[in-house]
């Protein structure tokens, strides 16, 4: 098992490379000006220009790529073109706001896509599989930017019942697990956990179904055993693929949901990803996305190494 | 269990703890804190330091909120033009034998929100803050967004403690309007923050004090940080002793929140979340007044234009197609279709009424005929139609629709034989190339441009537009116009130093400007914002700032 970890984790370090050299030339092969977040429409080229400079932008692209990446090694992402905060204190707070939203999320959506996909394997090919696997579809198909615009309009405008925008009533930096606070996330924890709850649904239904008509299956039961042990069964042997889709929604919903968070006015890292492209924050849009892409990375991981302690047979192959 | 009656001296005994407990709870009833909770258009908190970014949006909420200018804004009227006036200085004026010289007259009594005194070596040290690369407290981020505000400003120069001598590169008239928009902050706190930052060298030093200070800033303006926390609000307290007493605001507290997406925006109105929210989107504005919300808005000192190449080859360099342009928008249409009310049609840089807007000879409307004859006379008609090529942005700051407008004249337009390309491209591109003109590779073969623009002083209204020596990379003269009479006309207003004589001849170069035809002037924004009923007291002047300091709130 320590080969397999030591070997996955050297794996790693190529791939964290590469993302960080791609996020690095993506920003900077954009067109328009890095410093337009600053410098005023009517700026003179000289003030241009000794901007450039006291920002490091003169410099050639590989020297700017080596410094960046040396200082993001020794956790100096730069500051913000924009504000001048730190970038990786502006990138922690947000991501530690997804992290709650995407808790909260994974809470509704596993909870919900496991029971889905398992009734509806359970009981496959009759009403009960039609109604999970509708809910299914529609989870996987509605576009959800509209779907939390839909909930905004019943619940807040119209109904009155839960805050529209905002995390918190006095933002994310006084959170706390109240209904105070809880309910600033209940419309954008939903809204995020549609489209897992509709892949988890298909893939567990998808895997119930296959497990049960294996002949092992069949076999438990002509051994007379109680349809619940037979269930244990089935939950044991659909659990490290089913793992790998819920890893990779996590993964999906740590790297933030640009259109969600906008919606809602959530302050994580998809709302920090879209002001950084609009302000073209270049140092900010660069670190934001290299913390996402390792979170994502990382995330992986532990996938991978948590499916290989629950099934010794991937470790082996 | 036995329940005793009351006696006459338990039940007087009753009574006189509930008189007490009523008599101790009215008087925090009526003092209740009252906050006034805003949504920004801003993505984030606008900077908090003293020059703020964000445009005159910064401005409005983190600049004349929590500090002054040596000058400020009249903004107390709905119906004049907003003037300046002034602020921490009590007055000033131009040396007579040297036109480069200010000598700005202090405001005495005044102190910054830590308790230090306003004086000459705070200003000169402002100043520096954006000036002087030298100096300790110079800070690049913020030259930016001020130097080209106040671009002839050079130095400060302390005469007295209540005195300040200001010097220019070139003799200015336009001074004190720029003056606006450098804010004095604390230098003593700054200094405070300095000394107790650690860093390689005093640079480090200098930009962690900023750093610091940002989170604990000291202006003198009649609102005081509160609480901060990044990208999600900004808490301002009033301050009660704020030198101007007429200024101190009515309500406790003002909570600013950053909203980016109109439609959020406006659920968190609808839901009773912020009591006032800016540029609700125009398609809400029916539900937004229908629940009773009142909808504040006022001409803008903004303009929506294409801006003309004037390169040689252009089809613009012929006066009669420009007017025939200018002619053919049926701007009140616009107004009142696409825009529900949301704009003031345009018909210059300044409408009537404005001190800059002069007497123009050529009139712009909606008139159809004339604007095809116009072209009819400039060789075109029905089967040969002058093809323009435009570049704008499908979003961004101030351009308020731009696709849903550049579609509607482009419509307009081919009443008037114009056949009229759209090149889309996004905001942030459409601004750098802006400032790198029509000849530039970026302009791809573009003959106009359409950016908004801020007409609020003089330079960024007209001059930087119609001066020939501020074409790129100079300044904003994307189209390269060159007409003597502008450059005579600007050279004339920033040497008359009498304010009204001077307010005349800008009139004089606002007027040639629209004789000439020289952009396709079609809107000016209204600051629009919808705010809760139970605000009161709330003026919207003609201008890009509100005072927020009348503004009260009922329970």
Not at chain 1, 45 to 66: K, M, N, S, T, W
Not at chain 1, 161 to 175: C, E, I, R, T, Y
Not at chain 2, 433 to 461: E, I, L
Request: glycine residues 6%.
């Amino acid at each position: 098992m320590f080969v397999y970890i030591a070997r996955r984790i050297v794996y790693v370090i190529p791939i964290v490379v590469s993302v960080a050299l791609v996020c690095f030339l993506l920003v900077h092969i954009t067109p328009g000006d890095p410093l337009v977040a600053i410098l005023p429409a009517d700026a003179s080229q000289e003030l241009a220009a000794q901007l450039r400079i006291a920002y490091g932008f003169d410099r050639p692209l590989p020297v700017q790529f080596g410094l960046w990446l040396w200082r993001a090694v020794h956790g100096d992402l730069g500051s913000s073109i924009a504000t001048g905060r730190p970038v990786l204190a502006e990138v922690l707070r947000a991501v530690g706001n997804t992290v709650t939203l995407a808790i909260a999320a994974a809470m509704i959506g596993f909870t919900l896509g496991l029971f889905f996909g398992l009734i509806a394997g359970y009981f496959r090919d009759t009403w009960v599989d039609k109604v999970a696997t509708s809910i299914a579809i529609a989870g996987v198909s509605v576009p959800h930017y509209w779907l939390g615009m839909v909930l905004v309009i019943i619940f807040s405008v119209q109904l009155n019942w839960l805050p529209a925008v905002g995390a918190g009533p006095g933002g994310s930096g006084s959170w706390g697990w109240d209904w105070e606070h809880i309910k600033y996330l209940v419309l954008p924890a939903i809204t995020t956990s549609v489209i897992p709850m509709g892949i988890i649904t298909r893939t567990v239904r998808a895997l119930t179904g296959d497990i049960l008509s294996q002949d092992f299956v069949e076999a438990l039961r002509a051994k007379g055993l109680r349809e619940t042990k037979v269930f244990r069964h089935v939950i044991k042997n659909a659990a490290p693929t089913a793992l790998a889709v819920m890893g990779l929604q996590l993964g999906y919903m740590l790297g933030g949901s640009i259109l969600i968070e906008t919606v809602f006015s959530w302050p994580g890292s998809g709302l920090l990803l879209n002001s950084a492209i609009f302000q073209r924050d270049l140092p900010l849009l660069q670190g934001t996305i290299l913390v996402l892409a390792l979170f994502f990375v990382f995330l992986n991981l532990l996938v991978d190494i948590a499916q290989a302690a629950i099934d010794p047979r991937i470790k082996r192959s | 269990m036995r329940i005793e009656k009351p006696t006459k001296s338990r039940l007087a005994t009753a009574i006189m703890m509930l008189t007490m407990a009523t008599a101790i709870t009215l008087p925090q009833i009526a003092r209740a804190e009252t906050v006034l909770r805003i949504g920004m258009t801003a993505a984030d908190i606008p900077r908090t330091l003293g020059q703020p970014d964000q445009g005159f949006e910064g401005n409005r909420f983190t600049g004349n909120t929590m500090y002054d200018g040596l000058t400020g804004w009249d903004l107390s009227s709905a119906t004049k033009a907003s003037i300046v006036i002034p602020a921490l200085s009590t007055e000033w004026k131009v040396d007579d034998a040297d036109k480069k010289k200010w000598t700005f007259k202090l405001r005495p009594g005044v102190t910054f929100h830590d308790g230090s005194a306003f004086n000459a070596d705070a200003v000169v040290w402002n100043v520096e803050k954006v000036l002087k690369q030298d100096a300790p407290q110079f800070d690049a981020s913020q030259v930016g967004v001020t130097a080209s505000r106040m671009p002839t400003l050079v130095s400060a120069k302390k005469i007295d403690d209540m005195t300040v001598e200001l010097t220019t590169k070139e003799p200015d008239s336009f001074l004190p309007i720029n003056l606006t928009n450098l804010f004095m902050v604390s230098p003593t706190k700054w200094q405070a923050f300095f000394d107790k930052a650690e860093g390689a060298d005093a640079k480090a030093k200098s930009q962690a004090a900023w750093a610091a200070f940002a989170r604990e800033p000291a202006g003198t303006g009649p609102w005081k940080m509160l609480k901060f926390t990044p990208r999600e609000r900004l808490e301002l307290a009033k301050n009660d002793s704020y030198w101007n007493k007429d200024r101190i605001p009515k309500v406790d507290k003002m909570l600013l929140l950053p909203m980016p997406e109109a439609n959020a925006r406006t659920a968190a109105l609808l839901s009773g979340q912020v009591d006032w929210i800016e540029a609700p989107a125009p398609d809400a504005v029916k539900e937004i007044t229908a629940r009773g919300f009142k909808i504040e808005k006022n001409e803008q000192p903004h303009v929506w234009p294409w801006q003309f190449s004037r390169v040689e080859g252009s089809p613009w360099n012929d006066i009669r197609v420009r007017q025939a342009a200018n002619l053919c928008v049926d701007r009140e249409g616009l107004k009142d279709g696409l825009l529900a009310g949301l704009m003031v049609p345009a018909s210059g840089t300044f409408e009537p009424g404005h001190p800059w807007r002069g007497k123009p000879t050529f009139q712009i409307k909606y008139d159809l005929p004339a604007a095809q004859k116009l072209m009819k006379d400039a060789g075109f008609g029905p089967t040969k139609k002058l093809s323009v090529k435009i570049q704008t942005s499908a979003s961004g700051s101030g351009q308020m629709l731009p696709l849903p407008m550049n579609e509607y004249l482009q419509q307009a337009l081919a009443e008037c034989y114009f056949d009229v390309k759209l090149d889309v491209i996004e905001w942030n591109t459409l601004f750098t190339n802006w400032r790198r003109g029509v000849k530039d590779a970026s302009a791809n073969g573009s003959d106009a441009t359409n950016v908004t623009y801020a007409a609020m002083d003089p330079f960024f209204a007209l001059v930087r537009f119609l001066q020939s020596s501020m074409a790129p990379p100079v300044s904003n003269n994307w189209g390269y116009i060159n007409n003597p009479k502008f450059d005579e006309l600007v050279t004339k207003a920033r040497t008359t130093f009498d304010p009204a004589a001077r307010d005349e001849a800008l009139a004089e170069l606002n007027a040639a400007s629209i004789d000439d035809a020289a952009f396709l002037y079609v809107a000016h924004d209204v600051g629009p914002r919808a705010l809760s009923p139970k605000i009161k007291g709330f003026v919207q002047p003609k201008s890009w700032f509100v005072d927020f300091s009348p503004v009260s709130m009922t329970p």
